[in-house]
DNA sequence: TTGCAAAGCGGACCCAGGGTCCGTATCGTT
DNA sequence: AACGATACGGACCCTGGGTCCGCTTTGCAA
């Protein structure tokens, strides 16, 4: 019962960050290029504001990251097949990692921002805690698999932003190229074929 | 001949601020604790003494990797098999995984800070590029395996320094196990059994 | 030895950028 | 209408990377 319902201003400016800061990560090339001043201005906003509402940079991008991939979280926690929970376990792992890749090259700037924090490696947000559990629990389905921990840390590895920014970026590898490499290498590590392609587009 | 021979003070100085860089970086758990100024006053020497010498702070993270490093880098490029390139290829995509992978945990401060550097990702360093390349060229030698330079790029994400950081630091995974989690893993990307265990202590 | 550039030194200084303070304006409730 | 609570915003603080410049040291040469 702490609950205390904020103020319309004080929601309205916090929609007003979140587009704005939305914007800038998306128009600039790289995050620590757009600072929380222009944020703040670009809202039209105090900067006050900005921390009151978010507490700081990490947590303002958190709440970017986590609106964005809200869909996603959705189709994989109740959705139909391929990424809900009804999913048989190796075709699902397919599909996790997929969709995560293709939520990555969608969200380039911002999920490079978010991992590219500083300090604070990805390892302890709590949004890798889950991609990291949903994986081992479905590689742990999966017979004569062993290692469902680190190899779920290293498929998701994979998967990095930085990485994934280098290639489609520096390296120009087309994204279905990616996809495919993916899912080959996902396939070799569980010891199968490839399936075929198993997610919507982004 | 733009070479221009040191003074003595100006290599003595340098090398107490690699000395001092090291020993900090060492003792301070988290790499960002460690600023500048510090280093320099560990040093007994100016500020403007160790930007001169390094360039920046990258740079100077950077020299220190490289020292590090220089044993190592021997070894593959000229050195006995495994590490060295009379290795058949792939015993040599093992024995160079498990290196780095040593390396790191060995190093683990130091490399957290480098690729941890904030802006610049870690594959813009050329010591990647150089790693990533010789993996590469090991790969594409293995019959019937594709992708080559997307599977170097994974198996050297599954070494990234603050994921071996968050399982020898946070998980509390021992060493050994780390290692035959790798190298398990390296097998079945080349669809192979693991070969027995390939290089020194670290 | 002494002279004298050139190379190097160091700490005061600059500046950007994240984060806070506090007097003022707004909200929404009685 | 009026008043407490809530939020606003821009001036302000502070840390930390990086630079400036007057002074010292070095090393070559006379």
Redesign the interface.
Known sequence: MTERKPRKDAVRNRAALLAAADALFARCE?P?AVTMADIATEAGVGKASLFRAFGDRTGLIRALYEARLEPIRNAVEAGPPPLGPATPPLQRVFALLDALLCFKLDNRHLVLALE?T??D????AEHYERWHALLKAALEQIPGL??SG??A??LL??T?A??V???AG?ER?PRET?RT??A??TA????TRPLQDSVVEG
Do not use: I, N, W
Request: hydrophobic content about 35%; cysteine-free.
């Open positions: 790289s620590e590219g500083g300090s490696s990805p390892y302890k062993t290692d680190f190899t840390h290293a590895a994979a990095r930085d990485l920014e280098h290639l520096h590898v990616m490499q993916l080959s290498l070799r590590v569980l010891g």
